[in-house]
């Protein structure tokens, strides 16, 4: 591992090691249940965008799902349990490179209470946008409380898979992307029909744009700065 990451949480660490081992044990029954070779970069069905071509557009998520039981939580509490949404359906099976995960899944512990504070910050918005209208706070959609996140912290192999199929233009290379070290984040609603109501909450709370072609990525500004990489920020 890069000792650049050692600071990252005792917590990160175990997720790590488990999602290696998941990860590598749904790897090993991919091979065998799916003949994923047979995904050319063209029918690649990867929510990251088309090889070759930018991928400045917002696709539509796979699905907005919770972690089991979450149902029957009080709405204030489910979105905290919200899962990664790329391949959120499933859809693209085991050819997809990115699985669905609890968003704060191998994240330094500080980002993952950022999350949660700009979240509580668009639950209280949402709640008094729709209090104008009459609407009461039970009834306020689950989905307007949460920041749906496409992609967080990533194993090894699946950034290896990402590299392969996407190709280096769009992916970082394996053992370089920040999302294998966690503080990393892909948004899913972050073209212009949202009006930037995610990005505005993730700013106030120090995540940074890193990547001038990549308006979905935001990175954690105060684990850049523990690590020497405040530099990254560009906005
Ligand atoms: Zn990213």
Redesign the pocket.
Known sequence: MDPRFSTDTALSHRHRRGGFAAVAAVAALVMVAANCTEVSAATYPCSYGTPGRTPLVDNPPEGRPYEAGTESLPPSQRKYRALTTANADFSAGFCECVFPRPWAWGMPLDAALSIMRAMDRKEQEAVAAFARFGVPESRVPVEKRTIWLR?TWRSREEQECLYTRVGPDWVARPGTS??EAGY???LEDWGAEWGGTDIRLLREQGWCWT?NT?P??WEHRPTLQRLGLGHRCIK
């Open positions: 992609s920040r999302h990393a984040i892909d990547v990549e979905w990525h």
